[in-house]
Structure formats: C-alpha cells, structure tokens
C-alpha cells in the first residue's frame, strides 16, 4: 500500500497532461471554425468547445470515459454496439489461442527435452519464428482458412494468436523441465524409476512454478494476436473489428472506446492468470 | 481436395529425403562438435522446405492457398526492386527510425526514474501494466494523427518499443550490488562516474534483452500500422493489397522479406551483446 500514493500521483499527471494535450490538439479544429466564420475567439471559450466535439483528435478522458460507459452498460449485452459484446468475442477468440498455445508449447518443451535431436533442430526454429511479425502472415492466415472451407473466423484467429502465445510456454517449459539437478534425477535412479515416472514425479512437479510465470506474458501475447486476427478480416465482431471500424468511418470516440476495452480486457486477463498462479503456489506449497 | 496424390513420387520422394536428413540429425546431434551444432538446423530447415514443395507438387495444390517454394523464390527473385522499396518504407523509415526514438526515450525516462524514488514507485507500476497492454490498438488513432507516411509508422514503433525496453532498463539499473556501489562512493564517484562505470555495464544484460523484445515489437508495429492507411509502398500494405488480389506468392516473398528483416536485425542485437556483456555467466560457453 505504500505505493499507492505515487501511484496516484502518477495517475493523476497522466490525466492532467491528456486534458492539456486534448485542449491543444482539439483547439486548431475550433480556431479553423472561428476564422471560417469570421469571428475571433479567446481561450476561455476555446478550452469548452474542445471537451465536447464529435470527432475530437484527442477526446479528452471523460469523453471516453463517457462512451465507454455507455458502451458497456447503455447497451443490451447482445447488442451490436454493446462492448461487452465484442470483448466476449475477443476475449473466447484469445482463450482460444491461449489455449491451443499453452497445448503447443507445453508438448514441443517436452519433445525438446527428451529428444536430443529435437532440441538441436526445432528450438533455433521456434526463435527465428518469434522474428517473423505475425501480422505479415495474418491477413494470409485468414484468406487460406477461408480458401479451403473453414468459414468462421474463429479459427484463423485462433491460429494467429497461439502463434504469439506459444513461445513465452515454450521457452519457460524448457527451462522447467530441466530445472532438477543431478542430485534428484540420480536420487530417482537409485530408487529404480521409470522415465515416465521421472517425468511425472519430478520434472513435471519442479516445472510449475516456470510454467505459470510464463503464463502471464503468454495471455497478454494471445490478447494482441487476437485483435490483430480481428484487424485485416473484414471481421464485424470483436475490439478489433470496433477499432477498424472507428478507424474507416472516421469516429475516434469508437476508437477510443475498443482501446480502453481492450485494456480493461487485458488487466482483467492477467488478475485473472495471477489468481490461478497463487492458487496453484498455494497448492504446490510455495510461499504462504 | 482427396488424399491420394495427383504425383506419387513427388510425395515419397519428399518423404524419403525427409527421413533420410531425420536419421542424418539423429546422427549429427549425438555429436559435440560446432560444425554439427550448426548443421542440425539447417538440415532440418532444408528438410522442411523440401517436404513443402513435395507436398504442394504431389497434390498440386492451388497458389492461392499455398505456392510452393520454388515459386515464391522466383517471384522474390524477380521483384527485387519492388520488395527493397517496401523495405525501406517500412523497416527502414517505420521501424528503425522508431526504435531509436523509443529506445532513446526510454533512456532519459529511466534515469529520470532512477534519480527519484518517488517517480520509481509511481511509474513503475503503472508502466508495467502498460506494457501487457494492447498497445497496437494505439496504429489506427496514431495514424490519424501523424498522417499515411512512414511518421506515423515511426510513432506506433516508438510506443510499443517504449516499455518493454523502459521496465528492463530499470530493472537493469537495480542490478548492480550494494557492495559494489558503496564501493564507488567510497572512491568518491558522483552520480555519472558510479553510472558509467558500473551501474550502466552491470545494466546491459538487462538492457539487451529489452532490446531484443524490442525489435520484433518494432515489426510488428511498423507492419499493422499500415494496414490502417499508407502510400502505395509499403511491406503491410503490399501484404494486404496482394491478399486480396489472392497473389500468395508475393505476399510470402513479402514475409521472406520480412523475417530476413526480423532476425538480421535480432541477431545483430546478439552478436553486440556478446561482444558487450562477454563477462556474463550466459555467454560463457
């Protein structure tokens, strides 16, 4: 709690500068109305003509605040303008991803592991293949999945992001996997066990603390190549579509509002991960 | 599409070099030597590019869902000119001019923070969560801001580069021990003496791996921006303008493009922090 007031402090002057920054970006488009009209105005009756117009360069923060409100409760929940809506969308379209990521890079961490060959020929590919930006592949992704016959959107989306999400689980197994020492797999030797058995009572049980670190970088990586999956679709559902759409038809509060969805999505996520980490501690008998 | 191949032996053929470079590995791998530790992966990635093109020929599958290699290396072979001025457009203009801009701003934000405890509790918190945002969201108003140039690319690269490389500097900064640093006061160094001389080198693992996140957010970033507006040049434009003409070949030859950029501009991070941070337990082989 000692951080709170910093913290505040900081906060705060984010919000101060965004005030300042949306009153001087806004007040050209005022000035421009003023000198078309012939008229002159002052600063005291700019400032209030730049808190409230339509299509604002920087809305300041209770205009969003205001449609983000109204985004999330002014609508029915199913509504196409609801943003609990589309955050339901993005949010299924990355546990999806997640998902199928964690799946991925739990069983690639495993093969690297065991298999000498493995681990020599597939991990320098697994990180020349987090150099590749996947947004070049993603408009591709979607248009072959469309090609050969899977018509949701659902799956490209998917596929992209257990593609950002695989590599933070991968590379955390690994380490996992192989984080007992000679002692203890000797110890397990001398007790008679299987590899199975190995793998079961130690390897798997020592890799959980790095699996679940590796969990929270991976849900935040899912979350942005779903909404990058949602941007080049020509997909009407999910934030991203909310923010191409604000983007085309020219509607910043749109904008705005996806955006800070998507980060209250995005916190949501990662309190979410954190409390299944501490349960998992909890159980694993780490810390208190 | 049936599972039986339009050309059987394209399929076996492909099948069996596969195996055959498998066993080769299989074999390679039990060696310790450099030279096999090199090898094995790139035999695996010829391997895998050779299975690709079997497959598309023993099938002959379509170009508009999958161009085998070959095609995609004549297409790339031929449009040289047209790739190089997507390239500078956008990892040249977009991207670099962006990492260095951001990589500078985290900087100067960091020894800000580091010269002020307050601003460290404050901050630090709050730009670790920004971090785990979405900030990609960020392309479409930035690029209504700064207009369809490579400037506005530039911006979301600076954004998105901005805190991972800020959150590891400060951690870096914090590295050093108190031995270490009581050490320099007691030598009288002032804040930039202790800085330069240990706090900055003791940083740069940190700092590297910052920077190594960095480069491929910087991509990413310069990438997407353009699929919210550009001029006609452009590898996220091109990429998305081809999609649509369903012209697969360039647009792989486009992410050919696109990951050469991605791990030349990684490695070349790797090979300056080898030479940087020689002393650290990571590089010691």
């Known amino acids: 709690m000692r951080n709170a007031f910093p913290i505040f402090t900081v906060l705060c002057a984010i919000l101060a500068i965004w005030y300042a920054g949306s009153v001087w970006m806004n007040s050209t488009w005022v000035f421009d109305q003023a000198t078309r009209n012939g008229q002159t105005v002052t600063w005291g009756q700019v400032i209030p003509l730049t808190m409230a117009q339509d299509r604002p360069l920087l809305p300041p923060p209770h205009q969003v605040a205001e449609n983000l409100w109204k985004g999330i409760a002014g609508q029915a929940v199913t509504s196409k303008r609801s943003l609990v809506y589309h955050g339901f969308v993005t949010f299924r379209g990355t546990m999806a991803g997640f998902a199928l990521g964690i799946v991925f890079g739990v069983g690639m961490a495993m093969a690297i592991v065991r298999f000498r060959v493995m681990d020599q020929s597939v991990m320098p590919w697994a990180i020349i293949s987090q150099t590749i930006p996947i947004v070049a592949l993603a408009p591709m992704i979607l248009t072959v999945s469309n090609q050969i016959g899977i018509e949701t959107k659902e799956v490209p989306k998917a596929v992209i992001s257990a593609y950002l999400s695989f590599f933070p689980v991968l590379v955390s197994m690994v380490k996992g996997l192989r984080a007992p020492d000679h002692m203890q797999l000797d110890l397990l030797k001398t007790y008679g066990a299987s590899e199975g058995q190995t793998f079961w009572k130690l390897r798997l049980p020592a890799s959980l603390p790095y699996f679940f670190a590796s969990l929270k970088v991976a849900v935040a990586a899912a979350l942005i190549g779903t909404i990058v999956g949602e941007l080049p679709s020509g997909a009407i559902e999910g934030l991203g579509a909310r923010m191409l759409i604000g983007s085309q038809f020219g509607e910043p509060l749109i904008m705005w509002a996806a955006l800070f969805a998507a980060a209250i999505l995005a916190g949501l996520l990662i309190v979410l991960v954190g409390l299944v980490e501490r349960l998992a501690n909890r159980r694993m008998g780490v810390g208190a | ?285």
């Open chain 2, 1 to 285: 599409m049936t599972w039986a191949p339009a050309n059987p032996l394209w399929l076996t053929g492909a099948v069996a070099v596969w195996l055959a470079l498998w066993a080769l590995n299989i074999g390679l791998s039990r060696r310790a030597t450099r030279a096999a530790r090199v090898a094995v992966p790139l035999l695996f990635g010829a391997a895998l590019v050779l299975l690709w093109e079997g497959i598309v020929r023993a099938y002959q599958v379509q170009a508009v869902i999958l161009p085998a290699p070959s095609v995609i290396a004549r297409t790339f072979a031929g449009s040289t000119a047209m790739l190089w001025a997507d390239f500078v457009q956008t990892v040249v203009k977009g991207a670099l001019s962006g990492f260095v801009i951001g990589v500078a701003a985290a900087f100067a934000v960091a020894i800000l923070i580091d010269r002020s405890p307050f601003l460290q509790r404050g901050l630090l918190p709050v730009g670790n969560f920004v971090a785990a945002l979405p900030i990609v969201g960020l392309a479409p108003i930035l690029v209504m801001w700064f207009g369809f140039d490579w400037q506005s690319k530039a911006a979301v690269v600076v954004v998105m580069v901005f805190f991972p490389v800020l959150i590891n500097l400060v951690a870096g900064l914090q590295a050093s021990e108190r031995m270490q640093r009581d050490l320099m006061a007691t030598w009288g160094a002032g804040y930039w003496q202790s800085m330069l001389k240990l706090r900055l080198p003791a940083a740069m693992p940190f700092i590297f791996n910052g920077l190594k996140i960095a480069t491929t957010l910087a991509l990413i970033g310069a990438i997407v921006a353009e699929f919210f507006g550009s001029p006609i040049v452009g590898m996220g434009f091109r990429i998305s303008a081809e999609v649509g003409r369903l012209g697969l070949d360039v647009v792989w030859a486009e992410i050919v493009v696109a990951a050469l950029a991605g791990s030349v501009l990684y490695g070349a991070i790797a090979l300056v922090e080898r030479w940087v941070t020689f002393w650290h337990p990571s590089q010691r082989h």
